[in-house]
Antibody, heavy 124, light 113 residues
Framework: QLQLQESGPGLVKPSETLSLTCTVSGGSISSGSYYWAWIRQPPGKRLEWIGNVNYSGRTYYNPSLRSRFTISKDTSENQFSLKLSSVTASDTAVYYC????????????????WGQGTTVTVSS | DIVMTQSPDSLAVSLGERATINCKSSQSVLYSSNNKNYLAWYQQKPGQPPKLLIYGASIRESGVPDRFSGSGSGTDFTLSISSLQAEDVAVYYCQQYCSTPYTFGQGTKLEIK
């Protein structure tokens, strides 16, 4: 059974770079059936899709969030990562990693597996 | 970006009664090449990540009780819970994944009356 687990610092200072990692277990990050996503949820706000990385390493980002985000994957560690530069208080949120499933016909089912989420607070 | 708007923001329903949540997208999420709706519903309980309930607007994810059903096409969608159980108390979100950026509704908080 596919499982995801986020890891990273819970507290980051303004202007620093946030680094989060999602470890995939029970399956391969190179599976052609999944794109790997980062989503965040600021306190009291709706879920916000940050971006995806697919099995070949191609990335897709939310243009509304500008270019501060970088998503990558490490096949040898079966992990994918999120880096956010120049953080501000508005980046305080619960950050989730998730798998976006595509069936054999190429149809997307949505995000069918999620990590538990990690709370990130930006404060000096 | 496609804006997803849910109604109502909160809803209180008696146990065993029907709950209905609506979701409207600012553009159609019906993909013309395969005639499929790229619309999902998620359930989020306190302290937990979202859980996929419905994809393709009406296809129940494996393991989801059949009291949950989704309907609609194009820009207007509905999530129904036929007979509310205590464990269904949660926030429900719709999401479009027709085009990036994927976007979510603001959420509907479902409580017991």
């Amino acid at each position: 059974q596919l499982q995801l687990q986020e890891s990273g610092p819970g507290l980051v200072k303004p202007s620093e770079t946030l680094s989060l990692t999602c470890t995939v277990s029970g399956g391969s990050i190179s599976s052609g059936s999944y794109y790997w996503a980062w989503i965040r949820q600021p306190p009291g706000k709706r879920l916000e899709w940050i971006g995806n990385v697919n099995y070949s390493g191609r990335t897709y980002y939310n243009p509304s969030l500008r270019s501060r985000f970088t998503i990558s994957k490490d096949t040898s560690e079966n992990q994918f990562s999120l880096k956010l530069s120049s953080v501000t208080a508005s980046d305080t949120a619960v950050y989730y990693c998730a798998g976006v499933y595509y069936d054999s016909g190429g149809y997307c089912h949505g995000m069918d597996v999620w990590g538990q989420g990690t709370t990130v607070t930006v404060s000096s | 970006d496609i804006v997803m708007t849910q109604s109502p923001d909160s809803l209180a329903v008696s146990l065993g009664e029907r709950a209905t949540i609506n979701c409207k997208s600012s553009q159609s999420v019906l993909y013309s090449s395969n005639n499929k709706n790229y619309l999902a519903w998620y359930q989020q309980k306190p302290g937990q990540p979202p859980k996929l309930l419905i994809y393709g607007a009406s296809i129940r994810e494996s393991g989801v009780p059949d009291r949950f059903s989704g309907s609609g096409s194009g820009t207007d969608f509905t999530l129904s819970i036929s007979s509310l159980q205590a464990e269904d108390v949660a926030v429900y979100y719709c999401q479009q994944y027709c085009s990036t950026p994927y976007t979510f509704g603001q959420g509907t908080k479902l409580e017991i009356k």
